[in-house]
């Protein structure tokens, strides 16, 4: 499955309209923007960084869908650091849910959590016997490992 990045508009799905509307106005400075893109720039990284090197897309803000969920998870409490005394608050769950996801976060870099690859599998040819070697349709890192699904 292809990688994808998050959006200000996932993040917002997981947050109430006055949460919403917290972010993007909360002790804005004169000329200081909506905290949003930044906390999902920081999170996209943090994220990949705990992604086996072998494994990376080489687009830096594409992260594998397995990891999506866990991503918007990490932007929130992101966000909730911004807006400490502010309209968006760390509840009880949501601390939970963050915990939850730092967690599949370092399994997935000791491997014990498995991401779809970034890296494209090539097919390749050997021109001494004619016989073709594919890759099929899919790859999973494990450990740090590409595998191969046929």
Known sequence: MA?????SSDVEARLSGPE???????DLANGQSDP???AIALT??????????NCLDPDTTLIPPSLRDTAIIIAVEKLSGR?????????DNRRASFEVAIQRLRDT?????????????????????????????????YGGELKLDF
């Open 3 to 7: 990688w994808l990045t998050i959006i």
């Open 20 to 26: 919403v509307t917290a972010v993007q106005t909360y």
């Open 36 to 38: 949003l893109p930044e």
């Open 44 to 53: 996209l990284a943090e994220v990949r960084g705990y992604i086996p090197i």
């Open 83 to 91: 807006l400490s005394g502010g309209g968006l608050i760390m509840t």
């Open 109 to 141: 870099a000791r491997g014990q959590y498995h991401v779809e690859s970034g890296v494209a599998v090539v097919a390749a040819t050997d021109i001494t016997d004619s016989d073709n070697i594919t890759g099929g349709n899919s790859a999973m890192c």
